[in-house]
């Protein structure tokens, strides 16, 4: 009988990690949420689409370019933008970086994880609220304290200080996961009736509030309705986190405001999402975290750092471990 192995979240860490043990083991993975990719997300509302997670990813391992090319062959991806450029108070800055290509999901961001996760177990809208030790393994169970399954060995791909609370206290990497600290972000996103001509297609921007702009409709496969995708900067999300929503949207939109020189205060379409754990502003600095003895597991691009590739590399790694300990080596 093959090893029953149980994944939390199906992010991208998640993802890769159960399209590599899949083959050696009975694989789960369980996703709270409705859509897979994490922060890989996409909305869709009246006919507007936003990316309102990760806005694109690179891929600078030989490993992991091979995936994105090959999902861009199976329509799972593309390439997006070709210049990232920095928007001030004073104007416009081009980018004069190297190019490097940049790769999105199809026909939205989470595209690139529905890829991945083809022929994958993924249980979707079931969060795992607790872990108790079982006959072998662990006994899974979920916010209403039912049960989700008894499993061999469990991973957690989930934010670390999600992963920190859900694992005991007897776990031997629970200092790696202490060390670990993320911030949060706020993405604004603005339908419009009419184009918009800003001269390019996405931007870092230099604010106190804002760090990010991206034209939807310049990405391939999305819509055609003008749309707007803003994230804030992290340290300023992380000290207005509970803020009254309304001032938050507020005042994006007055920076946008000084930025633009346009009012959207009163676009066709306005809404907003916090992401509470969005970036990774110290990682655990291991690639992966497993307590043998007790057959517990983590991952995630908060081991490494802050990239997509990160996560995928985490996974990696601990799927190599896990497939040596499953074939008795």
Avoid at 136 to 164: C, R
């Amino acid at each position: 009988m093959k090893t029953s192995i149980a994944i939390i979240g199906a992010g991208i860490a998640g993802i890769t990690l159960a399209r590599a043990l899949t083959p050696s083991a009975d694989v789960t993975v369980f996703e709270k949420s409705r859509g897979l990719g994490g922060r890989m997300a996409n909305r869709r509302r009246e006919g507007f689409a936003f990316d309102h997670g990760a806005q694109y990813f690179t891929a600078r391992s030989p490993a992991f370019r091979s995936v994105a090319e090959r999902a861009i062959k199976t329509g799972h991806a593309g390439i997006w933008p070709k210049a990232v450029h920095t928007l001030r108070a004073d104007g416009l800055v081009a980018d004069s970086r190297p190019p490097e290509p940049r790769y999105i999901g199809l026909p939205g961001m989470s595209g690139f994880a529905n890829g991945l996760a083809e022929g994958l177990q993924i249980r979707k809208e079931a969060t795992v609220a607790a872990l108790k030790p079982a006959e072998h393994g662990w006994s899974l169970t979920d916010s209403e304290g039912q049960d989700l399954g008894s499993f061999d060995l469990v991973l957690s791909t989930a934010p670390a200080p999600q992963t920190i609370r859900l694992l005991p206290e007897a776990f031997s990497d629970c200092e790696a996961l202490a060390r670990v600290r993320m911030s949060g972000c706020f993405t604004l996103m603005i339908g419009l009736d009419e184009p918009l001509h800003l001269g390019f297609d996405a931007a870092r921007i230099e604010d106190d509030v804002l760090s990010w702009i991206a034209i939807e409709g310049s990405k391939p496969g999305r819509g055609e309705k003008e749309a707007l995708t803003i994230h804030s900067r992290n340290d300023w999300a992380e000290s207005n986190l509970e803020r009254d929503r309304d001032e938050v949207k507020s005042e994006m939109l007055a920076s946008l405001k000084r930025l633009l020189g346009r009012d959207f205060s009163n676009a066709a379409w306005l809404d907003m999402h916090r992401w509470r754990y969005a970036n990774v502003d110290q990682a655990a600095d291991q690639p992966y975290l497993f307590d043998e003895a007790l057959g517990l597991g983590a991952c995630g691009d908060w081991c490494l750092g802050n990239r997509v590739e990160a996560a995928v590399e985490s996974a990696t790694a601990l799927s190599e471990r896990l497939i040596t300990r499953l074939h008795g080596a």
